[in-house]
């Protein structure tokens, strides 16, 4: 079986700025406050028509630069996909945020100067290199969803259903699916022929 | 809406908006009040190319999900319907044979529609002719269409007008009764639909059962008590049926007799003791008032998770009591949704630390005032028991005494297996299947009986009632100036034995109107009505015979007890519009209106007001809040969002003050007070407004009050009240604020 890459997507035709994902992923990373794994980008706003949102995080590059100009080697990609780094390894130099096209990685923005620490950035609920689900992986990168199977949490609490992540395929299939169902009237359940033949 | 065809309720249901074609919303903002619901809207969107009309003074977040967004002026939107109908009624894009079989009254709103022609509708409300053109013919066109509303609408001095405006409309198209129609307001709240059915309100017992003494007698006896020993709990007999202080208003009931502020009926004294339970007193209009009335209270208690705003906002120093009570993850119990739907609530944790669930307040309480006996004897009386099991026997009472919305089918048991099974249901039906089938999800009242499916659409006559269907509500009586109130012929809901419109069911047209023959033992077992009904014979037998037992009647257009019988425009109390407010004046002043007396047009015509103040005011929530802020700014990462107290203000308008964005600016009120706050620049508002969120506290007039918090308990985010500055006016009926229209100036600080 052929597993393709671990991809969020945000639905922009459902995004409403809730801001669900992002308090969802603060809580239960236990964040400080200032360090914003996950954010929601509102272009064009209080203007009718062109005004839209969108959920931006780390994005889990298949080509991630954050990678390639990382001065200690401190970033590793899983074999799905999933981009992780050591945090103790990282030196806190900032390259990797001035390389990033989604300004995923965050540094802690305490202190006179600001960006001083190592980084920190969305680990789409997979934990880091420390033992899987031990409290050292919990203190320093958050929960580790993905390996109790569990959708990770900015996806699980959105409330519209904009946000989704998983398994590549899955992500295009479900979108697929949803404009493929455009104008085509209301899902009952269950799903029947009439409506599979229309 | 209780006063146009029966039930103040949301008709349809959030699932059910995906059966839309077309989605109008007057002042409501579910994208940010309700963003789970709102995937419905969205889902209705994508599959079902609805179409969905905004109409705001703001271009909220759900305005930027929209296909028609109209910026109305606050405060007009019975203009926008009047004009809307105008249109469809020179079109003829009405539904006659609905209006003519279910609706009493149309023609005077006829006449009253011919009179809003585009133009002057244009003019009042600040939306174009093409707009209000264009939005008419979809929305006309694409049925079903639904129509929401929230606090948008109902919070203004004309606010019950709007909300029997809104009815109209839908009426007019036919748009009530069927699967993606409807008027469906969205709940402010978690369970506010359960709050109103239970009646935490002053002018009426539970259930909607009013305070006449009939009603009373009707509780005495199923709570099992003397009603002698009720009525004597009362001063006199007179206050047992007279309504009580709102909470609009209830700092009148402080304050009255002295100079300038309102006068009372109220037994012939001040209100001395105030008792919050969960209620953010900052979410409050007249926050000046509030804490002056706060400042002369004898004794304050505040239950609540989180330090209630009243003790920061007031400068009382002794007797002010807080009381820890549970969050609803420490307690459980039945909580209604928006579409009348229950659903159980399970415990989480036990209560932490010293908190205590509300109900154990209550009781503690109902012992030291010597009536707990009396306070809950009604949860022993169905299986005569010795004690009784919160909150399950509690539920049960509830199914047992209340009719007249139909909770008899809501016993815990069958609530519990709903929600257990909640996987069982369909999303956009609520239709379950395998053991629930037949059923919908939550039992969505009224539920006749306690083996009904509930009724997940109200007045659908397209389902039998034992499947939910029903007409309107007979409850205006049987005919008004000759004209009959009941449903035409052919109107019955479906496998009625009675095809045509009917009477509400008594003792008394049972037989008659059933075509039954009731035995000699049922005779004696019967109730009075089917809303004293405790036997559950009336009911039992209506559903053999597909009646609904409260009637088969038409809804109606006009109320003739209220002081205006067809909606009509009236302006804000406080209008921009100086040369409107002479054609379309507030009411009179309303004496003992919830025992205050109410000012309306004396505070209209003291003056000009535009004059000094010339910009519209509107206040309305943020999507990381909910209500007064109490627990949403306790939690660091929702306060994050907003930390701060700000005002959307328009660039242009802003800069004409010499506002830069991130200023702090003030904003002045008539009633003389006034509130600092950051200026954020957005064009969501026009440059004739500005908006504010109601969610803050902490700070009052400019003063840091935030060291009355006791240690430990500041929130994260603190700042002005948005309330500090809302406008004096209440709604003429429902005694409601009049916070989303009124005025104020503002200043570079």
Known sequence: MNYARMKFYCDEERCIECNGCTVACAEAHELPVGISRRKVVTLNEGIFGKEFSTSVACMHCTDAPCEQVCPVDCFYIREDGIVLHDKEKCIGCGYCLYACPFGAPQFPRDGAFGTKGVMDKCTMCAGGPEETNSAKERELYGQNRIAEGKVPICAAMCSTKALIVGDEQEVSKIYRKRVASRGKGVQGAPYGWDKAYK | ?749
């Open chain 2, 1 to 749: 809406m209780a006063n146009t065809w029966g039930y103040g309720a949301m008709t349809n249901s959030l699932g059910d908006i995906q059966n839309a074609k077309a989605i109008i919303i007057f002042g409501a903002n579910p994208a940010v009040n309700h963003p789970v619901g709102f995937g419905h809207f969205l889902k209705a969107k994508e599959r079902n190319n609805a179409q969905i009309i905004v109409v705001d003074p703001r271009m909220t977040k759900t305005a930027a999900k929209a296909d028609y967004f109209a910026q109305i002026r606050p405060g007009t939107d019975i203009p926008f319907m009047y004009g809307m109908l105008h249109i469809i009624f020179k079109n003829g894009w009405e539904d006659k044979n609905f209006i003519n079989d279910r609706v009493y009254g149309v023609e005077d709103i006829k006449k009253e529609a011919k009179k809003w022609n585009p133009k002057k509708v244009a003019d009042v409300t600040g939306v174009s002719e093409e707009l209000l053109m264009q939005i008419t013919r979809v929305y006309a066109k694409s049925t079903p269409g639904t129509l929401i509303w929230a606090m948008g609408l109902t919070q203004h001095s004309i606010g019950s007008s709007n909300t029997r405006m809104a009815p109209i409309l839908q009426l007019c198209l036919g748009n009530m009764g069927v699967e993606g129609g409807g008027c469906n307001i969205l709940r402010g709240h978690d369970n506010v639909q359960g709050a109103t059915d239970m009646c935490c309100l002053s002018h009426t017992l539970p259930g909607y059962y009013g305070l006449k003494d009939g009603s009373w007698k009707y509780f005495a006896k199923s709570w099992g008590v003397d009603y002698e020993w009720l009525k004597g709990r009362f001063k006199s007999k007179k206050w047992m049926n007279a309504k009580g202080f709102t909470l609009a208003k209830w700092y009148s009931g402080v304050l009255a007799g002295r100079p300038g502020e309102d006068k009372i009926d109220n037994a012939g004294t001040n209100l001395k003791a105030l008792f919050v339970m969960g209620n953010g007193i900052t979410s409050i209009a007249q926050q000046a008032k509030v804490k002056e009335a706060l400042d002369n209270l004898e004794l304050i208690v505040l239950a609540d998770p989180f330090v209630n705003e009243a003790a920061m906002l007031t400068d009382k120093k002794d007797d002010v009591f807080i009381l820890p009570a549970a969050t609803q993850f420490e307690s459980s119990g039945s909580v209604t949704a928006t579409n009348r739907s229950a659903q159980w609530r399970y415990k989480v944790v036990e209560p932490m630390y010293e908190s205590k669930p509300d109900h154990e307040i209550m009781f503690e309480l109902a012992k030291r005032l010597g009536f707990y006996e009396e306070y809950t004897k009604g949860m022993l009386i169905k299986e005569n028991k010795k004690s009784f099991k919160f909150p399950e026997d509690a539920t049960d009472e509830i199914a047992r005494i209340i009719k007249t919305i139909g909770l008899t089918g809501w016993t815990s048991k069958r609530l519990k297996f709903h929600t257990d099974n909640w996987h069982l249901f369909d999303e956009v039906s609520l239709r379950g299947i395998g053991p629930v089938k037949g059923e919908y999800y939550g039992l969505p009242w009224p539920v006749w009986t306690e083996t009904h499916s509930g009724s997940p659409i109200l007045y659908d006559i397209n389902r039998s009632v034992k499947e939910g269907g029903m007409g309107f509500r007979n409850r205006f009586g049987l005919e008004h100036d000759g004209v009959s109130l009941l449903a035409g012929k052919n109107s019955a809901p479906k496998d009625s034995a009675n095809p045509d419109g009917y009477p509400e069911i008594t003792a008394d047209n049972i037989e008659e109107v059933l075509g039954i023959k009731l035995t000699a033992s049922e005779k004696k077992r019967i109730g009075k009505n089917w809303k004293v009904d405790t036997s559950n014979i009336i009911a039992q037998k209506c559903m053999e015979r597909g009646i609904a037992p409260y009637g088969n009647a038409k809804a109606r257009a006009k109320v003739w007890t209220f002081p205006d019988q067809i909606p009509m425009h009236r302006e804000p109390i406080h209008s921009p519009r100086e040369d409107l407010v002479k054609k379309y004046p507030t009411y009179k002043d309303k004496p003992n209106h919830y025992r205050v007396d109410t000012k309306y047009a004396s505070v209209q015509n003291k003056e000009n007001w535009s004059k000094e103040f010339p910009i519209n005011l509107i206040t309305a929530r943020l999507v990381n809040m909910s209500g007064a802020g109490l627990e949403t700014r306790a939690s660091k990462y929702l306060s994050a969002l907003t930390p701060e107290m700000f005002c959307d203000i328009n660039p242009n308008l802003a800069a004409n003050h010499g506002i830069r964005n991130g200023d702090m600016m003030w904003i002045h009120s008539p009633e003389g007070t006034k509130i600092k706050v950051k200026a954020h620049y957005s064009y969501s508002v026009g440059e004739d407004r500005v908006f504010i969120p109601f969610h803050f506290a902490g700070f009052f007039q400019g003063e840091d009050r935030t060291g009355n918090y006791p240690e430990g308990t500041e929130p994260y985010a603190v700042g002005e009240s948005a309330n500090t500055v809302t406008n004096y006016g209440y709604d003429i009926i429902t005694q409601l604020p009049e916070t989303k229209g009124g005025l104020c100036r503002i200043e570079k600080a």
